[in-house]
């Protein structure tokens, strides 16, 4: 017996079987992907973190 894994798709919530039937896994079709990819691209997704040390030393070249 196999157990069929299932996830929400994180852009619009429809539940995706995890497998190769579900080529755009995590989501549930290019189109969600597409969405995703534009929220990271237009910076409205970020992972938290340490400041971008190029962030922090850029300020004192410009002295």
Known sequence: ???VTEVDCPTCGASV???E???FR???SERCK???LGAWA???HAI???PDLNDVFSG???S
Do not use: K, R, V, Y
Request: proline letters at 12%.
């Open 60 to 62: 004192e070249l410009n």
């Open 21 to 23: 039937q579900s080529p």
């Open 42 to 44: 237009a910076e409205e």
């Open 26 to 28: 995590p989501f549930c």
């Open 1 to 3: 017996m196999t157990t």
């Open 34 to 36: 597409l969405i995703d």
């Open 17 to 19: 079987e995890w497998g």
């Open 48 to 50: 938290p973190g340490e």
